[in-house]
C-alpha cells in the first residue's frame, strides 16, 4: 500500500491518492522457489538412502508440513526393485527419516532404522499396495495403526 501526496500546478495540496498492490502470489512463488533451491542445495548429494531421506524431511519441516516421516521397504534399501503390479500386503517398511516441528515423536510410531509392518487398511498399506497415493479408506478414528509391539494406536 502506498499513499501519495497530490499538488497543484503551484505546490498546492489537492488532496491524497492511494494505490493497493496484492502481492500475495508472488510472494507464494518467490517462497516456493526458495524452498526448491534449499532443497536442490541439500537433497541427492550422497547414495545414503537414510541421508537423503533425512535432507527431504527437514526440508519439508515447517514449509510443507507439521510432520514428515520417510519409510521405505525393505526390499529397497537392500537394491531390490518391487516387482510390477500390487505389492505384497506384510512387506516391511523401514523408517528411514522422521522430522516433527515440535520436535516430539509419537510413541506409537517405529524409531529411525526399525522396522514396521503396518495393518492392511492403513494408508502406508493401502498406497503402496495399489501404488495410488491417496486412495486409502482408513481415518484417524480407525483400527490399530502399526503391529509393533506396544502400539496401542
Not at 518391487?82 to 516441528?101: K, S
Request: proline share 10%; with cysteine.
Amino acid at each position: 500500500m502506498s499513499w501519495y501526496r497530490l499538488e497543484g500546478p503551484h505546490g498546492r495540496p489537492l488532496g491524497v491518492a492511494g494505490a493497493i498492490v496484492d502481492v500475495t502470489d508472488r510472494y507464494r512463488a518467490q517462497e516456493r522457489l526458495a524452498l526448491l533451491d534449499r532443497a536442490a542445495a541439500r537433497i541427492g548429494h550422497t547414495l545414503d538412502l537414510f541421508r537423503t531421506a533425512q535432507d527431504l524431511a527437514d526440508i519439508a519441516v515447517p514449509k510443507l508440513a507439521d510432520t514428515v516421516t520417510v519409510d521405505l521397504l525393505d526390499l529397497v534399501l537392500r537394491g531390490e526393485a518391487p516387482a510390477p503390479g500390487r505389492l505384497i500386503e506384510n512387506l516391511p517398511l523401514r523408517r528411514a527419516a522422521w522430522r516433527a516441528l515440535d520436535g516430539t515423536e509419537e510413541p506409537s510410531t517405529p524409531p529411525v532404522g526399525e522396522a514396521n509392518v503396518f495393518p492392511a487398511d492403513t494408508p502406508y498399506r493401502w498406497d503402496g499396495w495399489t501404488r495410488t497415493p491417496g486412495g486409502s479408506p482408513w481415518t484417524l478414528s480407525g483400527p490399530v495403526r502399526c503391529a509393533r509391539p506396544g502400539c496401542t494406536r
